[in-house]
């Protein structure tokens, strides 16, 4: 059946296997990647491109104005790697007991076969955050965007289709823009009207489509809506609610086999900033706002976002405690905690993990966080099939200066599959934040019932209502749509 292996990471320090798919590995991992799909409750995407053209046309008053200059940045730039986190999640029948959630990460390397834009600027910010340019270049999964006469196996064209069959929900951030690249690169010729364009992505996608920045702004109406923000607010939000005792919250599993595929990296899910570090420097308030910096080589404030969002927390404690005195009673501690009382609940919990048995020397919570992760990696390492086993996996024909297939230290580098995770672990939270008591979690529909209001809503810069994605009476669907929905059994509107 669709039901995967499963293992739990344990420890704070936990971090993320992202398995590594190119074209020397997307044979091996090919089989894996599907049931995936077919297992999840729903797909998180996201992507990195070679420029989003002419920036000014992204801010165009007129929406139709706005597809037009995107539709012309997708028909002369490329996607360079696409990223699917693909979340399945079972619940305890106890109300207060976690959520296992397993999540399966893909980073998939990408090159475009026909001539392509690339914009210096976007290069340059994927080179700053660890992007592997040499890897793309030399092991890039070939691609020919547009409609596909023959598709062919282990091609993209061939796993997108097998995504629209799958009919899952889709998780994107901010997804004008990866869902206009995802239709040109792998499906077919864009049409030249939004509206068409809107009815294709109704047919293709029919359980929906979620955008956390959308609803990020509308919804729980955060500070910022970039992505980093959201999700490490997210961590935040669940660290809560697991010590506060009253609620569902998250507990990540990973696959369990994921050790013998050889092909994998780890990525840091969790920070080790302290409250205290934190608090002790200043933060770039530019970029906490809009997470983005004009001038990062010279700003000499921090853009840390846990460091922003302790800082965030730090503003408002006055206010929480004034808030918790008054609503103290006579119960003592029968009575439920405050959403105060947790955060410095989760606070000292975590501190006391961190600094363990106090008689073992001066060292701080930082060193002990640090010594921590390292238990924890060493853990995940003795797992592993031995070093020679891994490097059998690997191809020896591929000849270029690239670390061996498995990266024994966690990396941080930007890559599309850590951007999808933190994609989906924030819709995910988004939804158990709307769920009620009586609210089940037997399939996707009730898991993201609460959001069901904000189902294909598309976040738009400077505007006030989002994009929904909704078929017309009066639009027909294009030509290129109905070609793949009737050679792949999609559902379409003749």
Request: proline letters at 4%; glycine letters at 6%; aromatic letters at 8%.
């Amino acid at each position: 059946g669709n039901d995967l292996p499963r293992c739990t990471i344990p420890g704070m320090a936990e971090v993320l296997p992202i398995v590594d798919v190119n074209s020397s590995t997307v044979k091996e991992v090919w089989s894996l990647l599907l049931r995936s799909i077919d297992a999840a409750d729903f797909v998180a995407l996201d992507m990195e491109l070679s420029g989003l053209g002419d920036l000014s046309a992204l801010k165009a008053s007129s929406v139709d104005d706005r597809y037009s200059g995107l539709r012309e940045t997708a028909n002369t730039h490329a996607v360079l790697s696409m990223g699917l986190a693909c979340f399945k999640c079972r619940e305890h029948s106890e109300e207060a007991s976690p959520l296992l959630c397993r999540v399966d990460v893909f980073n998939i390397w990408l090159l475009c076969q026909i001539p392509f834009v690339v914009q210096p600027k976007s290069l340059q910010f994927l080179l700053e955050h660890g992007f592997d340019f040499n890897k793309q270049y030399s092991r890039g999964i070939h691609y020919h965007p547009g409609y596909a006469e023959v598709i062919e196996e282990y091609s993209m064209h061939a796993l997108f289709v097998h995504i629209l069959k799958a009919r899952k929900p889709i998780a994107v951030h901010n997804g004008l823009v990866d869902l206009v690249f995802l239709y040109r690169s792998f499906y077919g010729d864009l049409p030249q009207k939004l509206g068409v364009f809107m009815a294709d992505l109704s047919d293709m996608f029919p359980s929906g489509i979620y955008d956390t920045k959308c609803i990020s702004e509308f919804v729980t109406r955060d500070t910022a809506s970039f992505l980093e923000y959201i999700f490490r607010k997210s961590q935040r939000d669940n660290e809560e609610w697991k010590v506060c005792g009253r609620r569902r919250y998250i507990q990540l599993q990973f696959m369990e086999d994921y050790t013998s595929l050889g092909h994998v990296d780890l990525a840091i899910v969790r920070s080790a900033v302290t409250r205290e570090a934190a608090l002790g420097v200043d933060i770039c308030e530019t970029y906490a706002h809009h997470g983005y910096c004009p001038h990062p080589s010279v700003c000499t404030k921090c853009h840390d976002v846990v460091v922003i969002l302790e800082h965030e927390k730090a503003k408002h404690s006055d206010a929480r405690r004034l808030r918790r005195k008054r609503n103290r009673t006579d119960g003592g501690d029968k009575r439920p905690l405050e959403p105060a009382e947790c955060e410095e609940k989760a606070l000292v919990a975590g501190k006391e993990e961190a600094e363990g048995d106090t008689s073992g020397g001066g060292h701080s919570g930082g060193e002990h966080l640090h010594r921590l992760f390292q238990q924890d990696l060493e853990h995940i390492r003795s797992q592993l099939s031995s070093e020679d086993a891994l490097r059998s996996n690997h191809n020896p024909s591929v000849s270029s200066p690239i670390t061996p297939p498995f990266s024994h230290q966690p990396s941080v580098g930007h890559r599309s599959g850590f951007d999808a995770f933190m994609t989906g672990y924030s819709l995910l939270t988004f939804a158990l934040h709307k769920l009620t008591k009586a609210d089940g979690l037997s399939d996707p529909v009730q898991l993201l019932g609460g959001l069901r209001d904000w189902t294909n809503c598309l976040a738009l810069r400077g505007k006030d209502i989002p994009l929904r994605i909704v078929k017309s009476h009066f639009v027909k669907t294009s030509v290129d749509h109905r070609r793949n929905a009737e050679r792949c059994g999609l559902p379409s509107e003749h």
